[in-house]
Protein backbone atom coordinates (compact mmCIF):
# COMPACT_ATOMS: atom_id res chain seq x y z
CA UNK A 1 0.00 0.00 0.00
CA UNK A 2 1.66 3.51 -0.86
CA UNK A 3 1.95 6.70 1.15
CA UNK A 4 -1.43 8.63 1.80
CA UNK A 5 -1.18 11.84 -0.01
CA UNK A 6 -2.10 14.83 2.14
CA UNK A 7 -3.89 17.66 1.10
CA UNK A 8 -1.18 20.42 1.49
CA UNK A 9 1.32 17.94 -0.83
CA UNK A 10 -1.36 18.24 -3.41
CA UNK A 11 -2.36 21.84 -2.55
CA UNK A 12 1.60 22.75 -2.85
CA UNK A 13 1.96 21.01 -5.66
CA UNK A 14 -0.46 23.00 -7.84
CA UNK A 15 0.48 26.51 -6.38
CA UNK A 16 4.53 25.32 -7.56
CA UNK A 17 2.80 24.29 -10.90
CA UNK A 18 1.43 27.96 -11.58
CA UNK A 19 5.27 29.70 -11.45
CA UNK A 20 6.33 26.50 -14.24
CA UNK A 21 5.80 27.67 -17.93
CA UNK A 22 7.13 27.07 -20.89
CA UNK A 23 9.35 30.04 -22.54
CA UNK A 24 9.84 30.00 -26.27
CA UNK A 25 13.82 29.66 -26.95
CA UNK A 26 15.30 33.21 -27.96
CA UNK A 27 18.70 32.02 -27.55
CA UNK A 28 21.23 29.54 -28.11
CA UNK A 29 23.81 29.24 -24.79
CA UNK A 30 26.83 26.90 -24.85
CA UNK A 31 30.37 26.77 -22.97
CA UNK A 32 34.23 24.74 -23.71
CA UNK A 33 36.78 24.11 -21.62
CA UNK A 34 40.16 25.36 -22.65
CA UNK A 35 44.00 24.80 -21.47
CA UNK A 36 44.53 28.23 -22.74
CA UNK A 37 44.11 30.92 -19.86
CA UNK A 38 41.44 33.42 -19.58
CA UNK A 39 43.37 35.77 -20.59
CA UNK A 40 44.54 34.40 -23.46
CA UNK A 41 41.17 33.78 -24.63
CA UNK A 42 39.91 37.35 -23.98
CA UNK A 43 42.54 38.82 -25.77
CA UNK A 44 42.00 36.86 -28.91
CA UNK A 45 38.69 37.96 -28.41
CA UNK A 46 39.14 41.25 -28.07
CA UNK A 47 40.54 41.38 -31.43
CA UNK A 48 37.42 41.65 -33.61
CA UNK A 49 40.37 41.58 -36.92
CA UNK A 50 40.44 37.54 -35.86
CA UNK A 51 36.63 36.54 -35.68
CA UNK A 52 37.25 34.86 -39.31
CA UNK A 53 39.64 32.72 -37.85
CA UNK A 54 37.01 30.67 -35.60
CA UNK A 55 33.49 32.51 -36.40
CA UNK A 56 33.54 32.46 -40.47
CA UNK A 57 29.78 31.84 -40.61
CA UNK A 58 29.60 35.20 -39.11
CA UNK A 59 31.87 37.17 -41.00
CA UNK A 60 34.38 36.67 -43.63
CA UNK A 61 35.91 40.05 -42.74
CA UNK A 62 36.52 42.49 -40.12
CA UNK A 63 38.17 45.51 -40.76
CA UNK A 64 38.77 49.15 -38.80
CA UNK A 65 39.60 49.60 -35.14
CA UNK A 66 38.58 50.93 -31.80
CA UNK A 67 38.41 54.39 -32.68
CA UNK A 68 37.04 54.60 -36.41
CA UNK A 69 34.91 51.77 -35.63
CA UNK A 70 34.60 47.99 -36.83
CA UNK A 71 33.11 46.99 -40.28
CA UNK A 72 31.92 43.26 -41.10
CA UNK A 73 31.25 41.47 -44.24
CA UNK A 74 29.70 38.40 -44.85
CA UNK A 75 29.13 37.31 -48.36
CA UNK A 76 27.56 40.38 -50.08
CA UNK A 77 26.66 41.82 -46.70
CA UNK A 78 28.06 44.93 -44.92
CA UNK A 79 27.66 46.07 -41.17
CA UNK A 80 28.75 47.98 -38.82
CA UNK A 81 29.77 45.90 -35.48
CA UNK A 82 30.21 47.10 -32.35
CA UNK A 83 33.04 45.55 -29.59
CA UNK A 84 32.46 45.80 -25.80
CA UNK A 85 34.73 44.65 -23.78
CA UNK A 86 35.32 44.19 -19.91
CA UNK A 87 38.41 43.16 -19.14
CA UNK A 88 37.43 42.80 -15.32
CA UNK A 89 34.28 41.02 -15.83
CA UNK A 90 36.03 38.98 -18.69
CA UNK A 91 33.05 39.63 -21.47
CA UNK A 92 33.40 40.75 -25.26
CA UNK A 93 30.24 40.91 -26.98
CA UNK A 94 29.93 42.03 -30.44
CA UNK A 95 26.58 44.01 -31.53
CA UNK A 96 25.12 44.63 -34.78
CA UNK A 97 21.86 46.67 -35.30
CA UNK A 98 19.02 44.29 -35.54
CA UNK A 99 16.50 46.51 -36.25
CA UNK A 100 15.63 50.36 -35.86
CA UNK A 101 17.22 51.17 -32.27
CA UNK A 102 18.07 47.71 -31.31
CA UNK A 103 21.22 46.19 -30.93
CA UNK A 104 22.16 42.13 -31.14
CA UNK A 105 24.59 39.78 -31.29
CA UNK A 106 27.01 37.48 -29.40
CA UNK A 107 27.78 37.83 -25.78
CA UNK A 108 30.88 35.90 -24.85
CA UNK A 109 32.70 35.20 -21.36
CA UNK A 110 35.99 33.98 -20.56
CA UNK A 111 36.47 32.38 -16.78
CA UNK A 112 39.56 30.67 -15.34
CA UNK A 113 38.53 26.79 -15.17
CA UNK A 114 39.64 26.01 -11.30
CA UNK A 115 43.08 24.28 -11.90
CA UNK A 116 44.16 26.13 -14.85
CA UNK A 117 43.04 27.01 -18.21
CA UNK A 118 39.68 29.06 -19.64
CA UNK A 119 35.82 28.15 -19.99
CA UNK A 120 34.08 30.32 -22.62
CA UNK A 121 30.38 30.98 -22.84
CA UNK A 122 28.94 32.34 -25.18
CA UNK A 123 24.96 33.67 -26.21
CA UNK A 124 23.95 34.33 -29.77
CA UNK A 125 20.19 34.54 -30.44
CA UNK A 126 17.98 32.62 -32.44
CA UNK A 127 16.25 34.64 -35.26
CA UNK A 128 13.04 33.03 -36.24
CA UNK A 129 13.80 31.69 -39.48
CA UNK A 130 17.08 29.80 -38.38
CA UNK A 131 16.84 26.22 -37.10
CA UNK A 132 18.19 26.17 -33.87
CA UNK A 133 20.20 22.87 -34.25
CA UNK A 134 22.18 24.42 -37.03
CA UNK A 135 22.55 27.27 -34.67
CA UNK A 136 23.83 24.95 -32.14
CA UNK A 137 26.36 23.15 -34.59
CA UNK A 138 27.68 26.34 -35.84
CA UNK A 139 27.89 28.00 -32.03
CA UNK A 140 29.79 24.06 -31.11
CA UNK A 141 32.20 24.82 -34.38
CA UNK A 142 33.03 28.27 -33.92
CA UNK A 143 33.60 27.39 -29.93
CA UNK A 144 35.79 24.66 -30.87
CA UNK A 145 38.03 26.77 -33.81
CA UNK A 146 38.35 29.58 -30.79
CA UNK A 147 39.83 27.34 -28.43
CA UNK A 148 42.39 26.02 -30.99
CA UNK A 149 43.68 29.20 -31.58
CA UNK A 150 44.09 30.25 -28.32
CA UNK A 151 45.88 26.89 -27.02
CA UNK A 152 47.93 27.35 -30.03
CA UNK A 153 49.38 30.85 -29.20
Not at 30 to 50: G, K, V
Not at 127 to 153: F, H, K, M, Q, Y
Request: charged content about 20%.
Amino acid sequence: MGLPVHRWMIARRDRLSRYSHSVARRTETQSIESDADAQTILALLADPSRIPDWAPAFADAVTGDDQSGWHATKGAQEFTLRVVTNQVAGTVDYLREVGPGREGGAFIRAVPRPGGGGVVVMTVPLVPSADPAVIAATLRDELNALVGLAESN
